[in-house]
């Protein structure tokens, strides 16, 4: 017999196990708050799935689901998402979401299990670039090219500061431009995960000691840093020389310093920094995956 069952609190290490490392913690917060919420399935007093979701801002997002690999295709992820939905709507929630990508190993099973369950179509929102430090390290070193980009100077007027080191006035002028006219809006946010900010080549971007644009990047496993936001002011107009050189001296210190491996997020719609990427990640790239979002609306 199965017994489906929301986790309060202090969830065994078997059931840590089944959602992605980044998300482990959040199972440590469930009890604290309300903003996270685990579902698990027991076969026989035996954890053998698990649901984890968040609650914020009238949404519910889905950050995984995991069955057994025996257990599968008996409609226990189905059962899972339907319970799921049922507590977001008790919640007040006016949306469901959900990310995954090409890359995982049941990419087309996810895609199966949201179309069962009536939700939209997966509509493609980033590519993720993967590549590895070795590999970094060979093309800063050896590529002629990258040489004569490492030797190029930013612009009269701008310099770029490490993020962490922005004094507290600078942050604090950064943060009162939000949703403001000409401001940043949420999606260009440089304060998202500061748990995981990376200090080794997340910059602030100056012009005459102004905060004009960002280049953020977390890390996200200890082998794995990810470059997540580069972000210019509408004031500032185009930066595409200034990100450029923040590209390439962010790259250098991850190759001399950094973690073994590194991805690169762009969304679909940066056609400019994804022409900035085809000129200078042609010989850098392990592999690419697509990131998809989907939504479900309970109103």
């Known amino acids: 017999m199965l017994v489906y069952r929301e986790i309060k609190s202090n969830p065994p290490p078997e059931i840590s196990k089944m959602t992605f ?67 977001a709507a008790g919640n007040n929630c006016r949306k469901l979401k959900a990310s995954f990508t090409s890359s995982m190993p049941g990419f087309a099973a996810t895609k199966r299990l949201f179309e069962k369950c009536g939700w939209g179509k997966p509509e493609k929102r980033m590519k993720l670039i993967h590549f590895s430090r070795e590999s970094l390290y060979r093309e800063m070193v050896e590529n002629p090219r990258y040489a004569k980009y490492k030797k190029a100077l930013l612009p009269k007027g701008f310099e770029l500061v490490k993020w962490h080191e922005l004094p507290s006035e600078k942050i604090a002028e950064v ?50 840093i990810r470059y997540t936001q580069i972000y210019n002011a509408p004031v500032a107009k185009s930066l595409r020389g200034v990100i ?12 001399m310093r950094g973690p073994e491996k590194g991805c690169v997020i762009i969304y679909e719609w940066n056609t400019p920094l994804m022409k900035v990427f085809e000129k200078l990640m042609e010989k850098l790239t392990d592999s690419c995956s697509e990131s998809y979002g989907i939504e479900k609306d309970l109103i």
């Open 244 to 255: 450029l050189q923040t590209f390439i001296h962010a790259f250098c210190l991850h190759a």
């Open 21 to 87: 490392p980044p998300y482990r913690g959040f199972l440590r917060k469930l009890g604290a708050t309300r903003e996270f919420y685990a579902l698990t399935v027991l076969k026989d007093k035996i954890p053998i799935g698990l649901l984890l979701a968040s609650f914020a801002n009238g949404e519910a997002e889905l950050l995984s689901v995991y069955v057994k690999p025996s257990f599968r295709n008996d409609g226990i992820a189905s059962a899972l998402l339907n319970i799921f939905e049922k507590e």
């Open 175 to 224: 943060k009162s431009r939000h949703n403001r006219p000409g401001g940043w809006k949420d999606e260009d946010s440089p304060f998202r995960e500061p748990d995981k900010l990376e200090k080794l080549n997340s910059f602030a971007i100056l012009r005459d000691s102004d905060v004009v644009g960002w280049f953020i990047t977390h890390r996200i496993n200890p082998d794995t």
